[in-house]
Structures are given as structure tokens and as C-alpha cells.
């Protein structure tokens, strides 16, 4: 019996010790801003503030899901603590980001203490806001991870890559896009439309796929309704239409000539368009590593949209603090968490030895 009750309390006392090193999860709101903490069993004092990428107005937050924590463990298994703000507000909301990234990050502080490294990074649009975080927060980030995003002008890229896309496919396949302004609350693109018109004109739907650097027709209809949605969203963000195509001139197509003469133009709002400008408008201006990644075939965000940054950071005279690197797969952030990890592992040698990670390609 003695033994027994010994072998009993030995299990016990193992379980509630596994317990104790298991990670400790901490979710609530700050500001209206649901919030998740993961701190690891052994932490070593190291921080990462993730940003999320664009999500639909109404879409639930995804803390919860499989790929999430495959994503957090790259950073909870080198025992860095990992905070994640869902944002106050969704679609184009890099404003809100940088300023509940910070609310959280604060928080962390007050409870944890100041962490000895502190990592900002983040996928797609949650690349832009990290940075814009870590050019406005220098001396509170050590190095930042800015993954598969658009980190060019916004307002620039949106107009080539969202705008223009929408006007001229409105041009080349009529009645399926309509007008790009003044959308309707709700309103989305029918992307059963957009593929009985690429169905119908094969050659011309293959020459406009190739225009903008899309592996296949069959992409369009999932693309263009996306873009639509940014649209329509900034549109109610910004209180009206932030871009103007009227001193476009448009190459590339099958007849450029009468595509010119067709294609509707459209003139931007002021207020909009410096809404857009501010959120974001990179600047170079950074004091610590930052090394991107980013896919050999992305159908949202091409490549030459990351590379851009370098010559933010040449005009900045800060370019010995960024590296592109990239990873050969097809797809938007299709990283695996082996690759990113890679990437981190090297930032973090940037970072602490100030070995400076070569360009090329993460395996």
C-alpha cells in the first residue's frame, strides 16, 4: 500500500511538473484589439510582435488555427515569447496595426519585463506594417522579418497592381468589372462573370494573364475579385477613390493604341489618395537589420514590389541593413515553417553578430 501511495504521488508530482513547463497562453483586448501571448516553458527573454496579414471585414480572427501555431512554434521552439494583435479594424488596416502592435508590445512589457531582443515581422500586408513599425520604432526593435509583403509605396503599387488591373480587364472583357468607384456596401465581384469571360476569349484573357505576371488564366477570377474587395474596402476607409489613371499610359497589351483611347479613366480623391500616401509610404529610414523573404512566383505580390525597398534604403543610405532574400515555390507566403526558420536563424546572427546574411535563396 505504501508503495503504491509513493508510485501515486511520484506520477502526480511528474504530471504537475510537465504542467508547469508546458507554454502559457494569455488571450484578451486592448483597445478593442484582441490580442494573443504565448510565452514558452523556458523563455529566453527574446520577443516577437507578429502582424497578420489583409482580412476581410468580419473575418474572425485566426489565433486558434493549425497553421498559426505551426507558425508561432518556429519561434516558441528558439524560446521566444510570441504576441499577436488581431487589429481594431480589418481590410487596409496598416494605421491600426503599427498602433495595436505597440499597445501589445507595451503591455507584454509592463508584465513580463523589457524583453532583450525584440523582433518585429510579419506576412503580406502584415510586411508593410512591420515596416512601417520598425521605421518608426528604431530604438524598440532589434531587426525586423518583413515576409512576402508589398513593400513599395502602397499608393503606387495599388494603382499598378490593383487599379489598373481592374480598369484595363473592365476594357478588354466589358460588363463584367462595371465602374471602380462609389462600390455599394457588400458589393463583390461575381468570379463566376470573370471566368465565363476568360473562358470565352482564351487568347485574350492568356495575354492579359501574362501582362501581369500570372502563371495562369485560371487565376484571375480569384485575383480580381480580391482586388475588387481592396477596393471597395479602401473606398469606405478612405471616404472616397484614392487612385487616378488619368496620366497613364498603358503598354504591354495586344493593342496598346486602342486600349489608351478606351480605357476608363478615373480621377482620385484627394483625401483618399493621402490616406493611402500615409499608410504607407516607405521611407529607407531604419537603424536595424531587416531581412525580407519572399516566393519565386507570387500571384499577389511580385517580387520586383519587395526588391523596391532596396532602393529606399540606397536613397536612405541605409542599404547594408537589408537583404532580399527569396525561396523557390509558387505562391502567395508559401513558406514553410523550415524556411522561416532559416530566415529568423539568420536574422538573428545578423542581429547578434552582425554578420550581415548573403542574398540568395532560402532552402
Same mark, same amino acid.
Not at 2 to 28: H, I, M, P, R, Y
Not at 135 to 149: F, H, Q, T, V
Given at each position: 500500500?505504501?508503495?503504491?501511495?509513493?508510485?501515486?504521488?511520484?506520477?502526480?508530482?511528474?504530471?504537475?511538473?510537465?504542467?508547469?513547463?508546458?507554454?502559457?497562453?494569455?488571450?484578451?483586448?486592448?483597445?478593442?484589439?484582441?490580442?494573443?501571448?504565448?510565452?514558452?516553458?523556458?523563455?529566453?527573454?527574446?520577443?516577437?510582435?507578429?502582424?497578420?496579414?489583409?482580412?476581410?471585414?468580419?473575418?474572425?480572427?485566426?489565433?486558434?488555427?493549425?497553421?498559426?501555431?505551426s507558425l508561432r512554434?518556429?519561434?516558441?521552439?528558439?524560446?521566444?515569447?510570441?504576441?499577436?494583435?488581431?487589429?481594431?479594424?480589418?481590410?487596409?488596416?496598416?494605421?491600426?496595426?503599427?498602433?495595436?502592435?505597440?499597445?501589445?508590445?507595451?503591455? =507584454?512589457?509592463?508584465?513580463?519585463?523589457?524583453?532583450?531582443?525584440?523582433? =518585429?515581422?510579419?506576412?503580406?500586408?502584415?510586411?508593410?506594417?512591420?515596416?512601417?513599425?520598425?521605421?518608426?520604432?528604431?530604438?524598440?526593435?532589434?531587426?525586423?522579418?518583413?515576409?512576402?509583403?508589398?513593400?513599395?509605396?502602397?499608393l503606387n503599387g495599388?494603382?499598378?497592381?490593383?487599379?489598373?488591373?481592374?480598369?484595363?480587364?473592365?476594357?478588354?472583357?466589358?460588363?463584367?468589372? +462595371?465602374?471602380?468607384?462609389?462600390?455599394?456596401?457588400?458589393?463583390?465581384?461575381?468570379?463566376?462573370?470573370?471566368?465565363?469571360?476568360?473562358?470565352?476569349?482564351?487568347?485574350?484573357?492568356?495575354?492579359?494573364?501574362?501582362?501581369?505576371?500570372?502563371?495562369?488564366?485560371?487565376?484571375?477570377?480569384?485575383?480580381?475579385?480580391?482586388?475588387?474587395?481592396?477596393?471597395? !474596402?479602401?473606398?469606405?476607409?478612405?471616404?472616397?477613390?484614392?487612385?487616378?489613371?488619368?496620366?497613364?499610359?498603358?503598354? +504591354?497589351?495586344?493593342?496598346?493604341?486602342?486600349?489608351?483611347?478606351?480605357?476608363?479613366?478615373?480621377?482620385?480623391?484627394?483625401?483618399?489618395?493621402?490616406?493611402?500616401?500615409?499608410?504607407?509610404?516607405?521611407?529607407?529610414?531604419?537603424?536595424?537589420?531587416?531581412?525580407?523573404?519572399?516566393?519565386?512566383?507570387?500571384?499577389?505580390?511580385? +517580387?520586383?514590389? =519587395?526588391?523596391?525597398?532596396?532602393?529606399?534604403?540606397?536613397?536612405?543610405?541605409?542599404?547594408?541593413?537589408?537583404?532580399?532574400?527569396?525561396?523557390?515555390?509558387? +505562391?502567395?507566403?508559401?513558406?514553410?515553417?523550415?524556411?522561416?526558420?532559416?530566415?529568423?536563424? !539568420?536574422?538573428?546572427?545578423?542581429?547578434?553578430?552582425?554578420?550581415?546574411?548573403?542574398?540568395?535563396?532560402?532552402?
Open positions: 500500500m505504501k508503495k503504491s501511495l509513493t508510485t501515486l504521488f511520484l506520477v502526480c508530482f511528474a504530471a504537475a511538473a510537465a504542467f508547469a513547463q508546458e507554454n502559457k497562453v494569455e488571450t484578451g483586448s486592448i483597445n478593442g484589439a484582441a490580442f494573443r501571448i504565448e510565452m514558452p516553458a523556458t523563455w529566453n527573454k527574446g520577443l516577437v510582435m507578429y502582424c497578420h496579414g489583409y482580412q476581410v471585414t468580419g473575418t474572425p480572427n485566426n489565433f486558434e488555427n493549425q497553421r498559426a501555431q512554434n518556429v519561434f516558441l521552439s528558439r524560446g521566444f515569447a510570441v504576441a499577436e494583435s488581431a487589429y481594431s479594424t480589418q481590410g487596409w488596416a496598416v494605421k491600426e496595426a503599427v498602433e495595436d502592435t505597440e499597445a501589445l508590445r507595451r503591455y =507584454v512589457v509592463s508584465k513580463h519585463g523589457k524583453p532583450s531582443e525584440t523582433i =518585429v515581422l510579419g506576412h503580406s500586408m502584415g510586411g508593410a506594417i512591420t515596416i512601417a513599425t520598425i521605421e518608426k520604432y528604431p530604438e524598440i526593435y532589434d531587426g525586423a522579418l518583413p515576409m512576402c509583403g508589398p513593400l513599395n509605396v502602397t495599388f494603382q499598378e497592381r490593383i487599379f489598373d488591373m481592374l480598369v484595363t480587364f473592365d476594357y478588354l472583357f466589358p460588363n463584367v468589372v +462595371g465602374s471602380v468607384v462609389n462600390l455599394p456596401q457588400g458589393a463583390k465581384l461575381d468570379q463566376a462573370k470573370v471566368k465565363a469571360a476568360v473562358d470565352a476569349a482564351p487568347e485574350k484573357a492568356a495575354m492579359f494573364a501574362k501582362r501581369y505576371s500570372l502563371s495562369s488564366t485560371a487565376e484571375l477570377p480569384g485575383v480580381l475579385a480580391f482586388w475588387y474587395e481592396i477596393v471597395r !474596402e479602401l473606398q469606405v476607409r478612405t471616404g472616397g477613390n484614392p487612385f487616378d489613371n488619368r496620366n497613364t499610359i498603358y503598354d +504591354g497589351f495586344d493593342d496598346d493604341v486602342a486600349l489608351n483611347r478606351g480605357v476608363k479613366r478615373y480621377a482620385a480623391d484627394a483625401k483618399a489618395r493621402e490616406y493611402l500616401r500615409q499608410h504607407y509610404s516607405p521611407t529607407g529610414k531604419i537603424a536595424d537589420p531587416v531581412l525580407t523573404i519572399h516566393t519565386t512566383y507570387d500571384q499577389l505580390i511580385p +517580387g520586383r514590389y =519587395v526588391s523596391q525597398y532596396d532602393e529606399f534604403a540606397r536613397v536612405a543610405g541605409t542599404q547594408d541593413l537589408f537583404v532580399a532574400k527569396f525561396v523557390v515555390a509558387k +505562391g502567395h507566403c508559401n513558406f514553410t515553417p523550415a524556411q522561416t526558420g532559416a530566415a529568423f536563424d !539568420e536574422l538573428l546572427n545578423w542581429v547578434r553578430e552582425k554578420k550581415r546574411p548573403a542574398a540568395g535563396e532560402i532552402k
